[in-house]
């Protein structure tokens, strides 16, 4: 069965260190991968997908996140937070039918 | 890109009782998927609403508890019957962006408290 694990539920860091966020999928030699954030109160957006080709992902609000095969990793990173980024951040993979299946999320706190 | 308003928000509601929310898009969709995530959870998928047929629900939603009517392209609704405390969750509507890939647009979401 399909499954995306967030081994860390809650990640605390200092404005302006570096962030790294663990995901593992479990699912297809070709998966389908993404990352969400969620801010307090609002919807979910999409930071960035890997579909195929570069590992190496861009995203929004410069984010990145790195496709590793042979660790059924996807993990994301950004190398120096801003308090604006204290949010709950889902990792996904996608089935071939379409569905998304979410991680448990990990919620990040930025402290000054 | 995709925008979905949903409706209500956020809503208070008492054992015993059903709420309807409702979401529209922008634009025409295929398929429209409605998820659950409770309180310090993940997102959950309940089911999937394609127009013109049944909601395919995912193990653990059944339909008595969870009807969805699904009118036309646009528009797609989710009744949350006979609610619980349990049931107290926020109920997200999504579209899909690109064909079976899984890559979603979502509504900000209804949140509900039931008392």
């Known amino acids: 069965a399909q499954s995306v694990t967030q081994p860390d539920i809650h990640i605390t860091v200092s404005e302006g260190a570096s962030l790294e966020l663990r995901c593992n999928y479990s699912?297809?030699?070709?998966?389908?991968l993404f990352w969400y954030v969620q801010s307090p109160g609002q919807g979910l957006q999409l930071l960035l997908k890997y579909f195929s080709g570069d590992t190496l992902v861009q995203g929004i609000k410069g984010f990145e996140a790195e496709f590793k095969r042979s660790q059924s990793s996807f993990n994301l990173r950004k190398p120096s937070v801003h308090w604006s980024d204290a949010a709950e951040y889902f990792c996904a993979e996608s089935d071939s039918w379409g569905k998304l299946q979410f991680g448990a999320g990990t919620q990040v706190v930025v402290t000054p | 890109s995709a925008v979905i308003s949903q409706k209500p928000s956020r809503d208070i509601c008492q054992r015993g009782t059903s709420l309807t929310i409702q979401c529209q898009v922008d634009?025409?969709?295929?398929?429209m998927f409605w998820y659950r995530q409770q309180p310090g959870q993940s997102l959950t998928l309940i089911a999937t609403a394609n127009q013109g047929s049944e909601a395919t629900y995912e193990s653990g939603f059944v339909i008595d508890k969870f009807p969805i009517s699904r009118p036309n392209l646009t528009f797609s609704t989710l009744t949350v019957s006979n609610m619980s405390p349990e049931d107290s969750s926020i109920y997200l509507c999504?579209?899909?962006?690109?064909?079976?890939?899984?890559?979603?647009?979502f509504g900000e979401g209804s949140r509900l408290t039931v008392l």
């Open positions: 999504s579209v899909p962006t690109a064909a079976n890939t899984g890559e979603l647009f």
């Open positions: 699912y297809g030699a070709t998966p389908y």
């Open positions: 634009s025409q969709v295929t398929m």
